[in-house]
């Protein structure tokens, strides 16, 4: 019996000679021929050999010498199952040193397949093939690259895929098509997403009409949705419309439509996605809507202000065959708090505890930032302490929109104990905490305090930002302390980015420099309009009730196909985007929001014409204003009087495009309100409601305005509806009802509303007591009137 060594050196020397001279003796098979019997029998001699201790110096025998290579055979042995990867590795190198053999395009594609079984792994031997082939000028198939590069994109080796593609870039116009896909999904995902566009228009360019069928609609769908991620919109826009121009039916599919419909109604694009919608329901083979797509519209819906179909299109959806998921009740709870729709915000929030959701702390943190704008102080502190017995973890965003509420909600003792009891503790604190702070007892006129904490807040580590810069830079200039404008340079941990504002301020103050003597203070820069014309800007529709002639009864979404019918018809006056905080960028942040800081520097001061001309300035060098900039300058204009230069600049707005926005219309009643036209301001109010958009301010501007035209029915209807929101009324919207009816005599409603006020719990402040003076001094009259 032969054992080891010895048995695997002999390699069957009978098996070799006998095929090696081709012996006459032959066994006796039907249906097998003599050379494939042959073939088999080497093959399995040979998959032994290399299988056995030693490997391919088992080979290199007097006898294996005899044996002539050929593709096919080396095909059968990369082939078998049972050799392991390394031993074909070895095998493959062992041929290639042949001298009467060279490897051919089928036996590379063979062992760079058997590799990518696992290309992790075997990503050095890979390459190394990869080398060899060009080396000796081998053409990789296509077929096989496309396998290699999916092997590489299955596994996440991205980088890798696109190594290959370096590789062999000389074939590349050489490919089918369907290559591109491969490529097209491994730029993607590993973010290089200007060779993805390259790449996906190469590929549209390439095809016929009759190869579009090569295009991978999951790969463009990839794009398009790392596009949107990476807020690439003109980017996004390029390859959705040049994919419909060149694939009739693109999207394609619910996937692509769903990402359509999400990103053109993030991006305020609202008749866009409802006509996507519309589409995809009236394509020959129709698409069902699913959840996401429900839930992209609600969003879409939210962000332009539309809560009230939001509303609509929610219970639809509960009743259309899908179930809402935690992300649907994330959205609609977020649109309400947004809105200030706290009744229906606690309605839906309930729900989701009932269905089984857990609410997690975004969700919290939206309710709580929702009540405490609501001024619903005690509501917001019940629901902090729900949100603690449920075991919900508190961020520092949480306690940041506690403390920040606190302040705005005259509780300023309780925020910054609050502050300071986080601060003992080492959590939950931030740059953004303390910015809040700093706003606060900045806008109190504690400059030294504001200077102190942000020399603590750089001591701890956090970057000053543009924020905190703002806030103290308004605060000194209001208060006339230029003088510390150096030790807030002693604090800023970046030593250049104050440096650079004040060489900004340098340079744009030598800019504004005018010898000219005017007696306006203001530039005319705006075209004069008739205020009156505001109500034209308004589009008047239809109400919102169905056509039920209109409707397909069989339709699961009736109300969403009326909102795609009329979405030309319905478009928004408000939306609900908020600001977004400018993290620190170094000098690239002094672009606009270093305007906008000036712009508030200078209005505060009341140098409405330095403003106007900074403003003239900067948009001639191409900084594109945003809606503060535009509110921020009708606000002082409708301050001084200038009602047709505030409409000018209304107009300029509309025309760039920019959404009007909360403050925008809390400008416009102001300049109502100055015009004496109640009336107008009552039929804005209509819009508004039906949009179901109004904060806090809006109210109280919207009181004061119709408080002061004579109109107290409608006041009071604004008090009635402010409540049924979801709003409590505040210091500011009882001291204007005492004080309007107080000085159009009507002493009984101004006493009804002051009880109101003691009722509610509100406390007064030095504003309520001149009121009550000026009320009690009326009193005093009438008594005597009767007397």
């Known amino acids: 019996m032969l054992h080891g060594r010895r048995g695997t050196t002999s390699l069957n020397k009978t098996l070799f000679r006998m095929l090696s001279a081709r012996a006459s003796t032959t066994i006796y098979q039907p249906h097998i021929s003599k050379s494939k019997l042959g073939t088999f029998l080497l093959v399995a001699s040979m998959v032994k050999s290399l299988s056995e201790p030693g490997g391919t110096r088992n080979l290199n025998s007097e006898e294996s010498s005899l044996i002539s290579l050929s593709d096919s055979l080396i095909l059968e042995i990369l082939r078998r199952t049972s050799l ?75 980088d890798a895929a696109l190594e290959i593609l370096d590789q062999v870039e000389n074939i590349l116009d050489k490919l089918n098509p369907d290559v591109y896909n491969s490529v097209l999904i491994a730029l993607v ?174 969700v919290y943190n939206s309710m709580l930032d929702g009540f405490l704008k609501s001024k619903k102080v005690m509501e917001a502190c019940q629901l902090f302490e729900k949100m603690v017995d449920d075991g919900v973890r508190a961020s520092c965003c949480t306690y940041n ?98 440096s650079a504002v004040l060489e900004w301020k340098a340079n744009m103050e030598v800019l504004m420099k005018d010898p000219k003597i005017r007696k306006k203070d203001f530039t005319p820069m705006f075209r004069k309009g008739d205020f009156r014309e505001l109500m034209s800007l308004i589009t008047s529709h239809e109400s919102s009730s169905l ?43 002094f672009d606009i929001n270093m305007v906008n800081t000036y712009l508030s520097i200078y209005l505060t001061k009341g140098k409405l014409s330095l403003a106007c001309r900074l403003f003239d300035i900067f948009t001639n060098l191409g900084v594109n204003p945003v809606n503060y900039t535009y509110n921020s300058l009708m606000s002082s204009l409708v301050k001084r009087g200038y009602l047709n230069e505030t409409y000018g600049v209304l107009s300029e707005m509309g025309e760039k495009l920019i959404s009007a926005d909360v403050a ?30 109004l904060d806090m301010v809006m109210y109280n501007t919207l009181i004061s305005v119709l408080g002061k035209g004579g109109r107290f029915d409608e006041a009071n209807r604004v008090l009635e509806q402010m409540k049924k929101s979801g709003i409590n009324p505040d210091v500011v919207t009882y001291n204007t009802l005492i004080e309007v009816n107080s000085k159009a005599c009507r002493l009984k409603e101004a006493r009804r509303y002051l009880k109101m006020m003691v009722d509610a719990g509100c406390a007064p402040n030095h504003v309520t007591d001149t009121t009550l003076e000026f009320l009690e001094k009326e009193i005093k009259k009438e008594k005597q009137k009767q007397n």
């Open 84 to 158: 392991d990867v390394s031993k074909k590795i070895d095998f493959f190198k062992w041929c290639s040193f042949r001298h009467n053999y060279k490897h051919s395009v089928a036996t590379y594609s063979q062992m760079l397949k058997t590799l990518c079984i696992n290309p992790v792994i075997h990503k050095d031997y890979i390459f190394d093939f990869l080398s060899s082939m060009n080396l000796e000028g081998v053409v990789l198939d296509s077929s096989t690259f496309k396998f290699l590069l999916d092997s590489f994109i299955k596994s996440g080796s991205f």
């Open 189 to 362: 995902r590993s973010n290089h997403l200007n060779m993805a566009l390259f790449t996906l228009f190469k590929l549209l360019d390439s095809v016929t009409d009759e190869d579009v069928s090569f295009i991978d609609f999951a790969a463009c769908n990839e794009l398009l949705v790392a596009l949107r991620k990476a807020g690439m919109k003109s980017e996004f826009r390029n390859v959705f419309y040049k994919s419909r121009e060149k694939i009739k039916n693109f999207p394609v599919d619910v996937w692509g439509y769903n990402i359509c419909i999400h990103a053109f109604g993030n991006w305020g694009e609202l008749e866009t996605s409802l006509n996507l919608f519309k589409e995809m329901k009236e394509k020959s083979d129709p698409l069902v809507p699913d959840l996401c797509t429900y839930n992209s519209l609600i969003q879409s819906l939210c962000f332009n202000g539309r809560v009230n179909d939001a509303l609509n299109v929610w219970e639809e959806l509960k009743s259309s065959g899908h179930e809402p998921d935690d992300f649907t009740y994330r959205i609609i709870i977020q649109g309400c708090c947004k809105c200030y729709r706290m009744n229906n915000a606690t309605k839906i929030f309930s729900e989701m505890q009932h269905n089984g959701f857990r609410p997690d702390t975004t």
């Open 401 to 498: 929109i506690l403390i920040d509420g606190l302040f705005k909600n005259r509780r300023g003792q309780a925020a910054y104990a609050l502050f300071g009891d986080l601060k003992k503790k080492g959590q939950f604190v931030d740059g953004i905490t303390y910015s809040i702070v700093v706003l606060h007892i900045c806008r109190e006129g504690m400059i030294e305090e504001a200077l102190e904490l942000v020399e603590e807040m750089e001591s701890r580590g956090f970057v000053v930002d543009l924020v905190a810069i703002t806030h103290l830079l308004v605060a000194i200039s209001t208060e006339s302390r230029v003088d510390l404008t150096d030790r807030l340079l002693k604090y800023i941990k970046n030593g250049n980015l104050m």
């Open 547 to 589: 056509n039920k002639e209109a409707i397909d009864p069989w339709s699961p979404s009736p109300y969403m196909d009326h909102l795609a019918d009329e979405a030309k018809s319905h478009s928004p006056l408000l939306i609900s985007s908020r600001g977004k905080r400018v993290l620190e960028k170094g000098v690239d942040s």
């Open 664 to 693: 925008t219309y809390n400008v416009i009643f102001q300049a109502l309100g100055k015009m004496g036209r109640a009336d107008l301001a009552g039929a804005v109010l209509r819009k508004l409601t039906e949009e179901g958009f």
